[in-house]
């Protein structure tokens, strides 16, 4: 069975995003797709490559390393989005435009919640990686790029904790035990 960004058997859990009953699933442009299947004008095909990271936009499916990322349909229209213009900063009007099909109202801030859903899912299936940089004031820019902060071993991660630890307890009373 084919992995996509239907994780959930078809479903996104947004309203109105799920599978249509002739078996045609949304296109990652936010367009409704073809009755013959075919992808609708406009839709580039071609696979996206952003480090370990690919994405093919009409097949709705983003692999991280191999494995299949679970997005709603907004996030992975979101992801295409961005992973289009890789390296230059898109504001959040255009995101909007790209991905609602409509323009951005003031105070909506459906984008950045939408951006901190995305690119928490991106960290998660690959921490050592950063893609989304925020650009107060402009916009996003998709990028991957090394996380500074990833630790560089397994067991690094708790040993950093440990030491955490021992600060804290070496605070409280004035000496480890």
């Known amino acids: 069975m084919e992995a996509s960004f239907f994780g959930n058997g078809g479903h996104s859990g947004e309203r109105g995003s ?72 898109v504001t959040r009007e255009e995101l909007y435009r790209a991905v609602w099909n409509g323009q951005l109202r003031a105070g909506d801030r459906s984008v950045d919640v939408y951006v901190s859903k995305l690119r928490t899912k991106l960290e998660a299936a690959m921490p050592d990686r950063r893609f989304i940089h925020t650009h107060p004031g402009f916009g996003y820019r998709f990028q991957p790029q090394p996380f500074a902060g990833a630790a560089p071993f397994p067991d690094a991660a708790r040993a950093i904790d440990g030491q955490r630890q021992l600060s804290r307890d070496f605070h409280k009373t004035g000496a480890v035990d």
């Not at 367009?31 to 490559?49: E, F, K, L, M, W």
């Not at 494995?67 to 961005?82: D, N, Q």
Request: hydrophobic fraction near 35%.
């Open 18 to 89: 799920s599978p249509r009953a002739d078996g045609h699933s949304p296109r990652a442009d936010g367009s409704p797709p073809h009755a013959d299947g075919s992808p609708p004008p406009g839709a580039r095909g071609a696979t996206i490559h952003a480090g370990e990271l690919e994405i093919h936009p009409v097949e709705g499916l983003a692999l991280a390393s191999g494995r299949a990322l679970t997005l709603s349909v907004r996030e992975f229209c979101l992801l295409v989005a961005l992973a289009r213009r890789q390296g230059t900063i």
